[in-house]
């Protein structure tokens, strides 16, 4: 692959995950919510959106390490998607692209469709709803589905229990960051 190429595709990654952003400011503008309306930047959310992580490290080591037939199902689809994708991106392209995931994701499937959501099932039901949709946003393998849709519960809690949709957006663009490195390091070696 080409350094142009990779460049390519690493700004287009970015450019579409952050349009989620804009995506859901268009809804909220539509549906009376505010997608931002709980953001804010403090250095103690982000440090907990940071400690957050910890939780899907261990999850992510146990699930990489099992010998369950579908957890080894993503795990091999992942090898071999993510090396094509972005197997010559830089440090600093992979963090472009998974901090605009983080802010991305969050802010359309958190403060916009969970808390949309709230307002109609309540807000057990609103997190549960959007973190189904979030796991069928992610559809490498069927396992896969159930395993981002867990995910989204877990960012979905924290931003319910923190009132601040900066905790999960630093939670998800970090652990995005430090799979995407860890994965395509093996790659390469």
């Known amino acids: 692959m080409t350094a142009r190429r990779t460049r390519h595709i690493v700004a287009t990654a970015s450019l579409l995950e952050l ?3 804009a995506l859901a400011l268009v809804l909220g503008a539509i549906a009376g919510v505010a ?3 709980s953001f804010s930047w403090n250095a103690r959310d982000a440090a907990i959106g940071a400690v957050a992580t910890l939780p899907l490290f261990v999850v992510f080591r146990l699930a990489w390490t099992s010998r369950a037939p579908g957890l080894r199902k993503i795990r091999d689809e992942l090898e071999r998607v993510l090396p094509e994708i ?3 991106a830089s440090a600093l392209g992979l963090a472009a692209v998974s901090l605009a995931a983080g802010i991305g994701e969050e802010v359309l499937f958190r403060g916009f469709l969970q808390a949309w959501l709230a307002t109609l099932l309540g807000s057990l039901g609103g997190l549960l709803a959007a973190s189904a949709v979030f796991g069928f946003a992610h559809p490498i393998t069927a396992g896969y589905v159930v395993i981002a849709a867990l995910m989204g519960a877990y960012l ?4 319910q229990a923190s009132g601040n949709l900066l905790v ?3 939670a998800h663009a970090l652990y995005d960051f430090a799979v995407l490195r860890l994965l395509l390091r093996r790659a390469r070696s």
């Open 168 to 170: 999960p957006i630093v």
């Open 86 to 88: 972005f197997g010559d």
């Open 156 to 159: 979905g809690g924290l931003w």
């Open 19 to 21: 349009a989620l952003a």
């Open 35 to 37: 997608p931002l309306g």
